[in-house]
Each structure stands twice: as structure tokens, then as C-alpha cells.
């Protein structure tokens, strides 16, 4: 099946500083990926969706510029979170869709990766 | 706006037995996807079931099985012969058909197997 890696999957930073987390499509090209940040216990929300090769769109409330978003390849997509500030801490999740569309319907799902928990000191 | 709502935060059964989650959503688009995913302790997202809003038949995988009631904008897991690895949050999903493919999860449902 369908891989998607997340890199790296736990970081500790100081807060001020940046951190630069990889999401990977390992056995398929993905011209989108999402990002989504879960607190504990719960629900996925999700944060941006990542189009290869143009520029992310985010979700109502969510700071682009905080939340720098590159997919620069088929099958790579980064979110930066910049100035990381305690209320940053989250579990960071991606996913990514297989390329293809079937008679104008998207019909693949998306394929999770491990998720990436952040903690900002 | 697409909404999924899960009103049972918590659930438990007795192993080998059958439990069913609950899941209603509000969409006024015809032509969508639902889906339940798993996600373990490991928090990894595990797609469980999915089921497409145009077919009548309800879909199922092994023990797993959905009730899928489209007037009712209903959709209900029914997890048989429940197993100790099938604990986990349960999180049910809409997503449009066509365009957008973004997915609204529900709260999730905290499913705890009992020996």
C-alpha cells in the first residue's frame, strides 16, 4: 500500500526559534498533501492543503506566515513552524493523494503519515 | 458549511462481542465520501471503512460494517467479534466528491475493549 513518512517524528526546540518538519510520499507522486495539527484528545483539524509546485492554501485562522508551507516536489512537502512559541506544541500530521482523477472524481483517499509531535520550551 | 458530529465520546465492549459507533454529518451536496478511521496509540491514522454516498449497498471489510442511511445523513461502524487491538479513537470523516478533497473529521470515539 501506500507510504507516507513524516520526519522527524518527535522534536523538542526552544521558543523564538524554527523547525522545519518533512512529509514524504514514499511509493506514489502526491500533487496534494495536507497538514493537520491534533491536540490531545482531540480531533484532526486541518491547517493547510499543499499543492505541488504553487503556493498552500490555509484554513480560516490558521497563520500562513507562521505556518510556512513548501511542496516543492511530488513527493515532498515541509511545514515550517516559525517563531515557535509554547501554544505550538501539537501533533502534526500529514497526508497525501495519489495523482489521478477518474471522470472528474476525486476517488483516492488519503494516505496518513506518523505524525510529527512537537514540543516548544 | 460540512459538519460530522460523534456523540459518543467514550465506548467500551467486551471482547469477542459487538459495538457500534455512531456518526451523523450535514451536507447538502448529493455526491461525497464518508470514511472511519483508527488511530491507535501509536497515533497513526489507519483508514478502517469507506463508503461512497452514491452506492446503497453498505460497505463492509472483514468485521467491520457500516450502516449507511443517506436520508438520515447517518453512518454508524458496527465492529463484530470486537478484538483488544481494536481499541483506539474512531474518527468518522465526510469529504466532498469532486474538487475540494478535504477531509472534516468527527471528535472522535474512544473505543476500549474489555477482557
Known amino acids: 500500500g501506500a507510504v507516507v513518512s513524516q520526519h522527524p517524528s518527535w522534536v523538542i526546540c526552544k521558543s523564538g526559534t524554527s523547525v522545519k518538519i518533512e512529509c514524504r510520499s514514499l511509493?506514489?507522486?502526491?500533487?496534494?498533501m495536507f497538514w493537520y495539527r491534533q491536540f490531545p484528545k482531540q480531533s484532526l483539524m486541518l491547517m493547510a492543503t499543499?499543492?505541488?509546485?504553487?503556493?498552500?492554501?490555509?484554513e480560516q485562522g490558521v497563520e500562513k506566515d507562521k505556518f510556512l508551507i513548501n511542496h516543492a516536489s511530488l513527493t515532498l512537502s515541509t511545514l515550517t513552524v516559525t517563531s515557535a512559541h509554547p501554544e505550538d506544541s501539537s501533533f502534526y500530521i500529514c497526508?497525501?493523494?495519489?495523482?489521478?482523477?477518474?471522470?472528474?472524481?476525486?476517488?483516492?483517499?488519503?494516505?496518513f503519515g506518523p505524525g510529527t509531535r512537537l514540543t516548544v520550551t | 458549511a460540512q459538519t460530522v458530529t460523534q456523540s459518543q465520546p467514550e465506548m467500551s465492549v467486551q471482547e469477542a462481542e459487538t459495538v457500534t459507533l455512531s456518526c451523523t454529518y450535514d451536507?447538502?451536496?448529493?455526491?461525497?465520501?464518508l470514511f472511519w478511521y483508527k488511530q491507535p496509540p501509536s497515533r497513526q491514522m489507519i483508514l478502517v471503512i469507506r463508503?461512497?454516498?452514491?452506492?446503497?449497498q453498505n460497505a463492509t471489510e472483514n468485521r467491520f460494517s457500516v450502516n449507511f442511511q443517506k436520508a438520515a445523513k447517518s453512518f454508524s461502524l458496527k465492529i463484530s467479534d470486537s478484538q483488544l487491538g481494536d481499541a483506539a479513537m474512531y474518527f468518522c470523516?465526510?469529504?466532498?466528491?469532486?474538487?475540494?478533497?478535504?477531509?472534516?473529521f468527527g471528535t472522535g470515539t474512544r473505543l476500549t475493549i474489555i477482557p
Open positions: 499543499s499543492n505541488e509546485g504553487s503556493k498552500a492554501t490555509y
Open positions: 511509493d506514489f507522486q502526491a500533487t496534494t
Open positions: 463508503q461512497e454516498a452514491y452506492k446503497q
Open positions: 451536507t447538502s451536496e448529493s455526491d461525497y465520501y
Open positions: 497526508s497525501a493523494r495519489d495523482l489521478g482523477l477518474a471522470d472528474q472524481k476525486t476517488t483516492y483517499e488519503q494516505y
Open positions: 470523516a465526510y469529504r466532498y466528491s469532486f474538487g475540494n478533497e478535504k477531509l472534516t
